[in-house]
């Protein structure tokens, strides 16, 4: 009674296999990995999600297998609508502040001089949905400590550069 969706994935060392599946009507998603990046990406998923598995705008695991030459981890899906490429809102700055003062343990991905907090790593409009009228975030492969205003700066990024790739970047600065 399972109905499954396969995606192979980009080719290259962050390459995984991801499933969107539904099983006696509970809907998961699973991600396979075998190449070592990809493999450590998913690790860190899970680890971050393992902490983060008392808020509500995460998905939560159902299930994590490592092998000799596997990752492979299963959570829950929201069910809403993606968030719009918009710019920057208060709804987005709140999520952004209230993550930047989640107390986890996690790798540093930066070293130097510079103040750090705990970020997503990708926080784009793909990895934001609508649901039940809050914002959920998934995809926390890359998750972890970065100089702050990591997670401010690539959401820019992400929903001016390279959405709008004509404009020029004092016009986006100005905007937000």
């Known amino acids: 009674?399972?109905?499954?969706?396969?995606?192979?994935?980009?080719?290259?060392?962050?390459?995984?296999?991801?499933?969107?599946?539904?099983?006696?009507?509970?809907?998961?998603?699973t991600k396979f990995a075998e190449s070592?990046?990809?493999?450590?990406?998913?690790?860190?998923?899970?680890?971050?999600?393992?902490?983060?598995?008392?808020?509500?705008?995460?998905?939560?695991?159902?299930?994590?297998?490592?092998?000799?030459?596997?990752?492979?981890?299963?959570?829950?899906?929201?069910?809403?609508?993606?968030?719009?490429?918009?710019?920057?809102n208060e709804e987005i700055l709140s999520l952004l502040v209230q993550l930047r003062k989640i107390k986890i343990d996690a790798p540093v991905h930066y070293e130097g001089g510079l103040r750090f907090s705990f970020a997503h790593g990708d926080f784009c409009p793909w990895n934001l949905m609508k649901s039940e009228g809050k914002i959920k975030v998934f995809d926390w492969e890359m998750a972890g400590f970065y100089p702050e205003g990591y997670d401010l700066f690539y959401y820019i990024f992400q929903t001016s550069f390279l959405l709008s790739p004509k404009k020029r970047i004092t016009k986006i600065f100005n905007m937000n």
Do not use: C, W
């Open 36 to 88: 070592s990046t990809a493999r450590v990406n998913i690790n860190n998923e899970g680890n971050i999600l393992g902490q983060l598995n008392h808020l509500d705008f995460v998905p939560q695991i159902l299930q994590k297998h490592s092998g000799d030459n596997f990752e492979a981890l299963t959570t829950s899906v929201f069910e809403g609508v993606r968030y719009p490429a918009a710019p920057l």
């Open 1 to 29: 009674n399972a109905v499954l969706a396969f995606n192979l994935g980009t080719p290259g060392p962050e390459q995984k296999i991801t499933v969107l599946g539904i099983d006696d009507g509970r809907m998961f998603f």
